[in-house]
């Protein structure tokens, strides 16, 4: 009897310890990944440019599309005979560059004007004016013959410098009824140095024809320089 209930025993023991053991968990499954989330589409806005009047000039750049918040820097370049006068439309400004942000569709226009192209004035030319200043007349006999001379002072009136060769001085005389009028000789009027300053007064003295003293009437003429 003993024999017997030792085996039964020790299985009782057994199931008591299966039944306390406690149960394996089953797995947990991960929960599924979400799909990526999809991005907006941008925003874009038309920023067109325009120019008035045609012909007059040109944008760059000529305008597109852009996306929202886009600053666009605008400038206008005139063609020959305009310039650029304002921007209108969507902007506005008298400067050639502008900057735009492109935050809607806008339309931007600039404007020119037609520059008055009118011959400059003509630049005067230099006057050359000399003006006798005195003269007086001297009486030379040297037995076999006289000489006349007159002499003076001349001044440079004008705007430009004159040289010997610009200047000459002319008598105008009358003598028993004769009239003539004598040049005057090579190296008489003293311009030393040669050159003959505006402002300048110089000594002038003229060779006449021996006898002739009466009636002188003293004149100056110029030659282009």
Not at 28 to 43: D, F, I, K, L, R
Not at 65 to 91: C, H, K, N, P, R
Not at 197 to 216: C, H, I, M, T, W
């Amino acid at each position: 009897m003993k024999r017997i209930l030792l085996p039964i025993l020790v299985i009782g023991i057994l199931l008591l310890s299966a039944c306390g053991a406690p149960a394996t968990a089953p797995p947990v499954e991960a929960p599924p990944t979400p799909p990526p989330a999809e991005q907006p589409t941008p925003t874009t806005f038309t920023l067109s440019v325009g120019v008035s009047p045609l012909g007059a000039g040109s944008v760059s750049p000529l305008g597109g599309m852009y996306e929202a918040g886009t600053q666009v820097t605008l400038t206008a370049t005139a063609a020959s005979g305009y310039t650029f006068d304002y921007w209108d439309g969507d902007a506005s400004g008298s400067l050639p560059t502008i900057t735009i942000t492109v935050d809607s569709n806008k339309s931007v226009f600039a404007h020119f004007s037609a520059v008055d192209i009118t011959s400059p004035a003509p630049t005067p030319e230099p006057e050359a004016q000399v003006q006798i200043l005195e003269h007086h007349l001297v009486w030379e006999d040297y037995g076999s013959f006289s000489m006349t001379f007159i002499r003076g002072k001349v001044k440079n009136m004008g705007d430009i410098t004159l040289a010997a060769i610009d200047v000459s001085i002319w008598v105008q005389y009358e003598v028993e009824g004769l009239e003539g009028r004598v040049f005057n000789m090579p190296g008489s009027i003293d311009l030393d140095p040669a050159a003959f300053k505006p402002g300048e007064v110089r000594d002038f003295e003229v060779l006449v024809q021996s006898g002739a003293k009466e009636n002188y009437d003293i004149s100056v003429s110029i030659m282009p320089p």
